[in-house]
């Protein structure tokens, strides 16, 4: 039999396993409906199976792993995280609630003790929306609440979501996917995931629980210069693309540090037409801006729109952007808070209470059904990078924790 602790071990050895299936060769990537997802999916479908669940890919590439209970008339609760990564990312971000959860169910099938809920255990596809850039587009898809506008989005090679969600499920035409659960069937979501900020290290605890999720905004900027002769175009009379975009990320990054509780980001830059020896012409960057309040990150947005405008007006340029993302932040639900506080506070006395910064599918499943969120501590904070850790005594808590509050929860 084996006892929490192999089930920990087994847990960090399924980590490693999963952060070698990649679409870049010697570092951890995988982006949504890419080859690498493909074959991590099986993989954690076997794992699944070998459990007794029920496997299914759905037609947005989210793994679904269906626990039955023989009780009568039993709902579902959902469980899990997703598998999707961002470039050269750590081992732990989203396959960690996936595997802890499937420990969670062995933990508690070897020990006798019946559920009298189904348990979906879910990989979803799109936590990151590194692909088009918008996050949630597998949850999006389970939950029903997907847009038309979702599927025009674009992928760096020009591939809209709609054709690729036809490749993948091998269709000419695909439509707007209805909801997989009706609210009344569910019980709630529950995902346990690495903190990916410093607090509990600091505090000393392993596990936390969180309150809510910040809102969030993904933008695109668009910067329309001329193009010019590096050599010959004077220097007053250019009308430089990328040194517009410069001082928008200087303002993004102003943005957050004089407003309090804001992040502002921008990650992505594509510079045209990208030769050292012509003036640069075109320039697409993102803008990634959240704060726990909608209304203030909204204000940010407008008030880096303003700056835009006044860049534009000063250096001759054309500015303009579009949203990708909108999304509320959202309140975690208080019945499961106190349950996966009750749980975490067998291993551990005081459990802080976060606010997460980071996005996660629970955003989009608190349309359908109450969610709640487990962290756990992460090595000096420290996320989307590759030298991402969690100690295996923390992974052995949050099983303990999940273990804990689904007995109660039963
Ligand atoms: C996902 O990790 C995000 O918050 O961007
Ligand atoms: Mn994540
Ligand atoms: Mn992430």
Redesign the pocket.
């Known amino acids: 039999m084996a006892t929490d602790l192999l089930l920990a071990e087994r847990t960090l050895d399924r980590l490693m396993e999963l952060a070698a299936i990649t679409d870049e060769p010697g570092v951890t990537t995988r982006s949504f409906l890419s080859p690498a997802m493909a074959q991590a999916n099986r993989l954690v479908g076997r794992w699944m199976k070998a459990l007794g669940g029920a496997v299914e890919i759905d037609g947005w590439g989210n793994l679904i792993g269906h626990f039955a209970s023989q009780a009568p008339d039993a709902k579902t609760l959902l469980l899990g995280?997703?598998l999707d990564t961002v470039p050269n990312a750590g081992k732990f971000?989203?396959p960690l609630?996936v595997l802890v959860a499937l420990a969670a169910l062995e933990s508690l099938a070897e020990r006798g003790i019946p559920m009298p809920f189904h348990v979906d255990v879910l990989g979803f596809s799109d936590?990151?929306g590194t692909r088009f850039h918008s996050a949630y587009l597998g949850s999006a898809a389970l939950a029903g609440v997907l847009t038309e506008a979702d599927l025009e989005l674009r992928d760096a090679r020009g591939l809209t979501v709609r054709e690729t969600v036809a490749e993948f499920q091998g269709v000419k035409k695909i439509d707007l996917p209805a909801p997989r659960y009706l609210r009344e069937q569910l019980l709630g979501y529950i995902e346990v995931?690495?903190e990916?900020g410093p607090v509990l290290q600091e505090k000393d605890c392993a596990l936390g629980i969180v309150d809510a999720i910040a809102a969030q905004t993904r933008l695109v900027y668009l910067i329309q210069g001329r193009a010019g002769h590096a050599g010959t175009t004077p220097m007053l009379r250019r009308r430089d693309a990328l040194a517009g975009a410069a001082e928008m990320v200087l303002a993004v990054e102003q943005m957050g540090l004089q407003m309090p509780g804001l992040v502002s980001t921008v990650g992505q830059l594509q510079v045209e037409p990208g030769a050292s020896n012509v003036i640069p012409t075109r320039v697409r960057f993102s803008v990634d801006i959240r704060h726990a309040e909608r209304r203030l990150a909204d204000d940010a947005c407008v008030r880096l729109a303003a700056q835009a405008e006044r860049i534009a007006a000063h250096r001759q340029l054309l500015i303009s952007h579009e949203t990708v993302q909108h999304t509320p932040g959202i309140r975690c639900d208080p019945r499961l808070i106190a349950g996966l506080e009750a749980a975490a506070k067998t291993t551990q006395d005081v459990v802080p209470h976060l606010i997460s910064g980071?996005?996660?599918d629970g955003v989009i499943l608190s349309q359908i059904t109450p969610i709640g969120m487990l962290f756990v501590r992460c090595r000096d904070g420290l996320?989307h990078h590759p030298e991402e850790h969690v100690k295996l005594a923390d992974i052995g808590a949050a099983l303990s924790a999940l273990t804990r509050f689904l007995e109660k929860f039963a």
């Open positions: 995280s997703h971000d989203g609630g936590e990151e995931h690495l990916q980071a996005g996660h996320s």
